[in-house]
């Protein structure tokens, strides 16, 4: 059994999303409001699908990168295997199988063109990773090696989408073909690091974390002083994304360790894979600490015993009863 990451407070019970249901250590209530595919409907996977060609029915507006598509009803009977077909070739990095993507998308029924959902109307895009057990097999086989910065289309027979059983929920019949049209914005892996300006760090009664944007875990030097007593949380590499509501959901690299010892007790970067949480399910230092703060930034959070773990850490973390930790974060993206 994997590891499991310390910060989460709470975990919620499933969450139903198009882009798929989340491990057990991340998605968001937020994901919900999307009446989409779940990894569950993919839980015993088919064969891989042959990629072909076509058909796809035409996009007859909307069709520059980022602009919400309208997609005509299929015409005819729908491939059998999958129809992928790239509309605009991005120059980006390729999204690679466990990565996760930043998009805006649209899916409808092939039959009828009705639309089961669209990111492009709640102007905010989808943060989902592209694995199995995380989306529809669909979505896995056609994305997996295009490019950010690229439109993909494609048809999803039931076989790699909801299966004979469809789903009753979103309004698709064990028959129905889907098309789905995506813009890839980002896709994040676990080498993703921080981009933005590095920031002074001139206090020598905190820690200092490292500025290296290499995928690698940066270190941490914890000084030989007294905790502090209050919430710290600094930039170390200022990013220039939006600013972090309360009640976001965030992707992130991260490792802690313990003020008294310097010894690390958690990492994303051990585990080889990136973690994605709601604000609201973490101890409230991180909470605290990230609200706020630019998406693409690396920052610093010591998080003092009131606003951690107090007298009850987690059986088996490694940490102590009234323990201070220092965390380093790097803030990739938001829903």
């Known amino acids: 059994m994997r590891r499991r990451s310390v910060i989460l407070a709470a975990v919620p019970a499933g969450l139903v999303t198009l882009a798929g249901c989340g491990d057990d250590e991340s998605d968001s209530s937020k994901a919900s409001d999307s009446a989409s595919p779940s990894a569950s409907a993919s839980a015993s996977a088919p064969p891989p699908p042959k990629i072909v060609d076509g058909p796809l029915p035409a996009v007859t507006a909307g069709v520059k990168f980022g602009a919400k598509p309208t997609v005509a009803k299929g015409s005819g009977e729908p491939s059998k295997q999958l129809a992928v ?31 089961l959902d669209n990111s492009y109307d709640r102007k905010t895009a989808l943060l989902t990773q592209i694995a199995q057990g995380k989306t529809i097999e669909g ?85 030989k002083a007294d905790p502090p007593k209050k919430l710290v949380a600094n930039y170390v590499i200022e990013g220039d994304g939006d600013k972090l509501a309360a009640d976001d959901t965030v992707l992130v690299q991260y490792k802690g360790v313990l003020w008294d010892t310097g010894k690390e007790f958690d990492s994303s970067y051990g585990r080889k894979e990136l973690t994605s949480f709601s604000l609201q399910q973490v101890v409230k230092g991180w909470s605290q600490g990230m609200t706020g703060k630019k998406v693409g930034s690396r920052i610093v959070i010591v998080v003092p015993p009131a606003l951690g773990y107090g007298d009850q850490p987690p059986a088996g973390s490694g940490i102590k009863k009234d323990s201070t930790m220092v965390f380093t974060v790097d803030i990739l993206a938001k829903m």
Request: charged letters at 20%; aromatic letters at 10%; proline letters at 6%.
């Open 85 to 115: 077909k790239t509309l605009i070739a991005g120059g980006g990095s390729p999204v690679a199988e466990g990565d996760y993507i930043q998009a805006q998308y649209l899916g409808q029924i092939w039959d009828t063109a009705k639309v």
């Open 139 to 223: 979505w896995r086989y056609a994305l997996t090696g295009k490019k950010v910065g690229s439109r993909v289309e494609f048809s999803v027979p039931p076989a790699w989408g909801f299966g004979k059983a469809g789903n009753a929920q979103v309004g698709v019949k064990g028959t129905d073909t889907l098309v789905f049209v995506f813009d890839i914005q980002d896709t994040f892996g676990p080498k993703s690091s921080a981009k933005g300006k590095k920031v002074t760090q001139g206090d020598a009664d905190l820690p200092k974390v490292g500025t290296n944007t290499d995928g690698k875990a940066p270190s941490i030097e914890v000084p």
